[in-house]
């Protein structure tokens, strides 16, 4: 069964860091795109950041650009999401997800095969 498991959140205080992690079981993460997702309560789901399946490509939402920094390690079935410099706006629940194709259509919810349960992020004083 194709299973992938978020893990790492918390809460944390503004400024502070933290590094999920998402753990892909009954299939081979590396030939799969992965995207990282977060959801705020009462907003949409958007795009954070992707990796393409080498990792020599990565692409971010502006929202967190040089804040946030996505890795992949195929050897352990797992990518990651470094967040440093955490701003309360960055609360949400936060997925992982994946898909075949790299590029277009990156951030939209819809054009994924697959998806975590979400590990929840808090950033508060």
């Known amino acids: 069964q194709l299973q992938l498991v978020e893990s790492g959140g918390g809460l944390v205080q503004p400024g502070g860091s933290l590094r999920l992690s998402c753990a892909a079981s009954?299939?081979?993460?590396?030939?799969?795109?992965i995207t990282w997702f977060r959801q705020a309560p009462g907003k949409e789901r958007e795009g954070v950041s992707c990796?393409?399946?080498?990792?020599?490509?990565?692409m971010y939402a502006d929202s967190v650009k040089g804040r946030f920094t996505i890795s992949r390690d195929n050897a352990k079935n797992t990518v990651y999401l470094q967040m440093n410099s955490l701003k309360p706006e960055d609360t949400a629940v936060y997925y992982c997800?994946?898909?075949?194709?790299?590029?277009?259509?990156?951030?939209?919810?819809?054009?994924?095969?697959?998806w975590g349960q979400g590990t929840q992020v808090t950033v508060s004083s």
């Open positions: 997800a994946a898909r075949t194709l790299y590029g277009s259509g990156w951030s939209t919810p819809a054009a994924y095969d697959y």
């Open positions: 009954g299939f081979t993460v590396e030939y799969y795109v």
């Open positions: 990796i393409s399946r080498s990792a020599s490509s990565t």
